[in-house]
């Protein structure tokens, strides 16, 4: 089974920054994307951005130019990057990963969720 473990919400002021992390572990061969979602309060979980194994970044255009998705392999690790943070970006984040176990077979993971919230 393949873990991923989230850190870094919390609460910041509308116009500020977080940063979240996900580490992943357990058992895979590896991973070919990993990416972040988010639930708001009474909403459907919508996609966020994503990081492929070959680096290709892609944003939800309600984050592009403000979130930025980045990785460290040797840490197994996805990073989310937020900036200019507003009140619509409050919601549960959860971080996804996808690629193949050391059996070849396919796996996808979700953490437990980190709670960002943005008001003054």
């Known amino acids: 089974q393949v873990q991923l473990v989230e850190s870094g919400g919390g609460l910041v002021q509308p116009g500020g920054s977080l940063r979240l992390s996900c580490a992943a572990s357990?058992?895979?061969?590896?991973?070919?994307?990993m990416g972040w979602y988010r639930q708001a309060p009474g909403k459907q979980r919508e996609w966020v951005a994503s990081i492929s194994s070959h680096d290709r970044t892609d944003y939800a255009v309600t984050v592009k130019g403000r979130f930025a998705i980045s990785k460290d392999n040797a840490k197994n690790t996805v990073y989310l990057q937020m900036s200019s943070l507003k009140p619509t970006d409050t919601a549960v984040y959860y971080c996804n990963a996808d690629g193949v176990t050391p059996e070849m077979r396919p796996f996808a993971s979700w953490g437990q969720g980190t709670q960002v919230t943005v008001s003054s």
């Open positions: 357990g058992r895979f061969r590896g991973i070919n994307t």
